[in-house]
């Protein structure tokens, strides 16, 4: 398993937000991630607009999860209604 993090932007409705981010973590959970951390980052202007939104809940995840799983946790999150945007990012230890 690999280290990653997630960085996630969810919508300002808190009922929105509570469901993706909810969504995530049980995708994540279902897939053998490892949740080590989740960090919120506050509410934030978006550089463009996603969906009609200027503005974003940001949180970010750091996760222990195989490799081979990237792609279906993609898979789900391209169809989460309440997740507008996500990044992985492998951190790489030395």
Request: hydrophobic letters at 35%.
């Amino acid at each position: 398993m690999k280290k990653y993090e997630l960085m996630t932007i969810y919508p300002l409705d808190d009922e929105k937000s509570k469901k993706g981010a909810d969504d995530v973590k049980s995708v994540l959970t279902s897939l053998g991630a490892e949740i080590i951390e989740e960090k919120p980052f506050g509410d934030r202007d978006l550089t463009y607009e996603i969906q009609k939104q200027t503005r974003g809940r940001f949180v970010l995840y750091t996760m222990k999860m195989n490799p081979d799983k990237i792609t279906d946790v993609d898979k789900a999150f391209k169809i989460n209604m309440n997740l507008l945007k996500y990044q992985f990012v492998k951190i790489i230890e030395k």
